[in-house]
């Protein structure tokens, strides 16, 4: 966790690098889109998956299962993972050789804001949308809006409001913060036991935590980092008393487990993860906020430019195969809620819905998602301009 500062300074280098050069004059043109759906292949294609947000935790499964079923459009996957804040400037490098050799990018709402500010993906919708489910009749309201407000550019195919929550040790924290003031008295009395990772990595539970501040501490435009004036004064000071961010939101829990840190930033998605893999045991707990608000946290599946009809026409039939309820219910040991209607933990299978019963705290997940005032994530252009003001005013001085 100490490679926090330098991690920091790697993704201001990459997203000058990033967006500068995708808006350098004389860009290579690629090759437009079809106007309409593609045809499915003729022959198989071997299918190039790149996850810059941790997407592939959940939908790996899936993704292998809709290969197997269909050998006539898959001949193999291959996946790479890299960061939000380089994509951008790897598929532009891609587009500029006129070589696309990613076909599908699995990411969060911030890496798909990047990436739909630089034009890097095809539109899915309304274009195609005769291949791909109705976001209206399928998602729910929370998935529905947050869909709508990306226009289009990628489908929404794993999420649910279900952070920021807190996640602590019940050996060492008998009584957890329960608001933000409570967890900023509780930071100074307890310097460096706290910790999360860098907001620029594209952390579900940091980036959950920083948008819902503004609503927690009554900034007017929650929606605009450039307006928060509570939120970074807040920032600003808890940052003198957490531990170095880490690059990882995985190693915040590592260090939970070890002892190294007393409670990190969570999301009931992440807690189910970590305790079915044996990470955290059953001395880890989770506390919310009062008056809880959660972000709409949304995986996306996005196609970029210059990726051929053939592959295009899979990537399209792969989306709409991971938001089928059934498949849907596959991630069920790591989710407690769904994008989509008709998901049940019935669905599951038995050892599923074992685990899930196990590791999921199922009674606390109701609570949450029953209380909680759910709102969107920072979108569009204020993700780049969140990073840079967290990257100059607290990741940098860390």
């Not at 290969?67 to 193999?76: D, F, I, K, N, R």
């Not at 996957?77 to 804040?85: A, D, F, L, M």
């Not at 996640?167 to 008998?174: G, K, P």
Request: charged content about 15%.
């Amino acid at each position: 966790m100490s490679r926090s500062r330098p991690a920091a300074v790697v993704t201001v280098v990459a997203l000058a690098v990033a967006l500068t050069g995708c808006a350098a004059p004389g860009r290579a043109p690629v090759a437009a889109p079809p106007t309409g759906v593609p045809d499915l292949p003729t022959r198989p294609v071997v299918l190039r998956i790149l996850d810059v947000s941790g997407v592939l935790a959940l939908t790996k499964p899936v993704i292998e299962r809709f290969a197997q079923e269909h050998p006539q459009l898959v001949s193999s996957v291959r996946y790479e993972s890299g960061t939000p804040t380089d994509v951008v400037g790897k598929l532009y490098a891609q587009q500029q050789s006129g070589n696309v050799t990613d076909d599908l990018v699995l990411t969060g709402t911030e890496g798909l804001s990047l990436l739909a500010k630089q034009q890097t993906v095809v539109p899915l919708l309304p274009g195609y949308a005769a291949a791909l489910p109705d976001p209206t009749g399928v998602m729910t309201p929370a998935a529905r809006q947050l869909q709508d407000v990306l226009n289009g550019n990628a489908m929404i195919i794993s999420g649910q409001p279900d952070g920021p929550v807190l996640a602590y040790d019940t050996r060492t924290v008998a009584h957890p913060p329960r608001t933000p003031q409570e967890l900023l008295t509780w930071a100074k009395a307890h310097p460096g036991r706290f910790g999360f990772a860098a907001v620029p990595t594209g952390s579900g539970p940091a980036n959950q935590f920083v948008d819902a501040l503004p609503h927690m501490l009554g900034d007017p435009n929650p929606a605009d980092p450039a307006t928060w004036t509570k939120t970074w004064a807040y920032l600003a000071e808890l940052n003198r008393y957490t531990a170095p961010y880490a690059t990882k939101t995985v190693d915040t829990f590592d260090a939970l487990a070890k002892g190294s840190l007393d409670i990190v930033l969570s999301e009931t998605g992440f807690d189910v993860q970590m305790k079915a893999k044996g990470v955290l045991g059953d001395h880890f707990a989770l506390q919310a906020f009062d008056d809880p608000v959660t972000i709409e946290v949304a995986q996306w599946a996005a196609v970029p430019r210059g990726v051929d009809p053939d592959r295009l026409a899979v990537d399209l039939a792969l989306i709409t195969y991971l938001l089928e309820p059934r498949h849907q219910a596959m991630t069920i040991p790591f989710r407690a809620a769904f994008p989509v209607h008709g998901v049940d933990l019935s669905m599951a299978t038995a050892d599923a819905q074992a685990r899930y019963q196990r590791h999921g705290s199922p009674d606390f997940n109701r609570r949450l998602l029953a209380t909680a005032q759910v709102r969107n994530p920072v979108v569009g252009d204020h993700v780049q301009v969140k990073y840079d003001i967290w990257n100059r005013s607290i990741g940098s001085t860390k």
